[in-house]
């Protein structure tokens, strides 16, 4: 009887371990829903806009997607190719996506190393998901886990397919324009004096150098802000002199002007 209910325990935890896997899959299947307006051809992000694929955070859950529209002739991809104006694009698929490593381009590595993977959705139009039809729009996720830290380019590696005379002839194409930013969350902020290298999300945290006594904001500590301070001297209200933050602009602002005059601010 124990035995019995250890057994319909262990099927539903394994049931319910399967349905799991399967909300998670699902989960990763994006939507081709990117409007792409009165384009016949298009991809979001697009670098050719300064558009990126979204930074990831090791240990952080990732997902962004990359949407595709194809146009219905060979010709609108490229114009030199020797082709007639209705040869149809008959379908382009995913080869391979390789990992440029940036600080050192002779090195590459794979998406999988680096914790993520793409799931493509051609809307059930072929057999193979990363396979896209001519004249459609389609999309594929980039999910995962980011486990190293780097900034890639994403050489995206395609077969576009076309049927000449009765014979399907294929051609390699190797899109190179997209970056994707693995790092921390921190200060993203170059000039800030806690800035992060290694961050690539921005976590509001950086503390910017006001430069500490130049009230007329030339980014120099001069005679000007001295002027300043004595212009506003015995305000206790308002200041905006007021270098010490106490609320008044005092010989105690003075002092403290005087403590760090002569500097400047980058
Ligand atoms: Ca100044
Ligand atoms: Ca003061």
């Given at each position: 009887m124990i035995l019995n209910t250890m057994k319909k325990a262990f099927l539903f935890a394994a049931l319910a371990f399967v349905g799991a896997l399967n909300s998670l899959e699902s989960n990763a299947q994006c939507t081709s829903d990117f409007d792409f307006g009165t384009e016949t051809l298009g991809v979001s992000p697009n670098p050719e806009l300064g558009e990126q694929f979204e930074p990831g955070v090791v240990g952080m859950p990732y997902e962004d997607v990359l949407h595709i529209l194809l146009p219905q002739y060979v010709l609108d991809i490229?114009?030199?190719?020797?082709?007639?104006?209705?040869?149809?694009?008959d379908s382009v698929s995913l080869a391979t996506i390789t990992l440029v490593?940036?600080?050192?381009?002779l090195v590459t590595t794979t998406l999988d190393a680096v914790g993520l993977g793409v799931t493509c959705n051609n809307?059930?139009?072929?057999?193979?998901?990363c396979s896209f039809l001519g004249g459609n729009q389609y999309c594929a996720a980039l999910t995962g886990i980011p486990t190293v830290q780097g900034s890639y380019r994403v050489d995206i590696s395609v077969n576009g397919w076309v049927t000449v005379f009765g014979f399907p002839f294929s051609q390699e194409q190797v899109f190179g324009s997209f970056v994707i930013d693995l790092g921390e969350e921190?200060?993203?902020?170059?000039?800030?004096?806690?800035?992060?290298?290694?961050?690539?999300?921005?976590?509001?945290s950086c503390i910017l150098d006001t430069c500490f006594g130049d009230v007329n904001g030339d980014n120099s500590v001069t005679v000007g802000d001295l002027l300043e301070i004595l212009a506003e001297f015995g305000c206790t209200e308002g200041c905006t002199t007021d270098i010490s933050g106490d609320g008044l602009t005092t010989v105690a602002d003075l002092l403290e002007l005087l403590s760090v005059f002569g500097s400047s601010c980058a």
């Open positions: 490229d114009s030199t190719l020797p082709f007639s104006p209705t040869t149809p694009l490593d940036l600080s050192d381009t809307n059930g139009d072929s057999g193979n998901p921190g200060c993203t902020d170059a000039t800030a004096l806690n800035y992060n290298p290694a961050a690539v999300v921005d976590d509001g």
